[in-house]
């Protein structure tokens, strides 16, 4: 059974930093662009960032450039989103998405997306 399964979202005071984990099950996630995606409440999802599968070409949103970083372990079978310097407006629930579409790009378009995760809750606030 494929599944990808995300952790280390928490609670955490603006300018804080969290590291995001999406660990793969069922598959290897070396051959699959990943993508983290969010979700605040009333609001839609929207793409943070993505990393294609051999990890050489990787994608942010403007909102987010700068403060966050996707890398990949192959050997590990995850994905890491490092976020620093974060703000209230970071606050929702974060997703991995893994594509199954052989290509050497990365694309922050849900449709682009095969499987999901079920998200973890990242909350900044004072």
């Known amino acids: 059974q494929l599944q990808l399964v995300e952790s280390g979202g928490g609670l955490v005071q603006p300018g804080g930093s969290l590291r995001l984990s999406c660990a793969a099950s069922?598959?290897?996630?070396?051959?699959?662009?990943i993508a983290w995606f969010r979700q605040a409440p009333g609001k839609e999802r929207e793409g943070v960032s993505c990393?294609?599968?051999?990890?050489?070409?990787?994608n942010s949103a403007d909102s987010v450039t700068g403060r966050f970083t996707i890398s990949r372990d192959n050997a590990k079978n995850t994905v890491y989103l490092q976020m620093s310097r974060l703000k209230p407006e970071d606050t929702a629930v974060y997703y991995c998405?893994?594509?199954?579409?052989?290509?050497?790009?990365?694309?922050?378009?849900?449709?682009?997306?095969?499987?999901w995760g079920q998200g973890t809750q990242v909350t900044v606030s004072a």
């Open positions: 998405a893994a594509d199954n579409t052989v290509r050497p790009m990365c694309f922050m378009r849900a449709r682009s997306y095969d499987y």
């Open positions: 069922g598959f290897t996630l070396n051959s699959y662009a």
């Open positions: 990393i294609s599968a051999s990890g050489g070409v990787a």
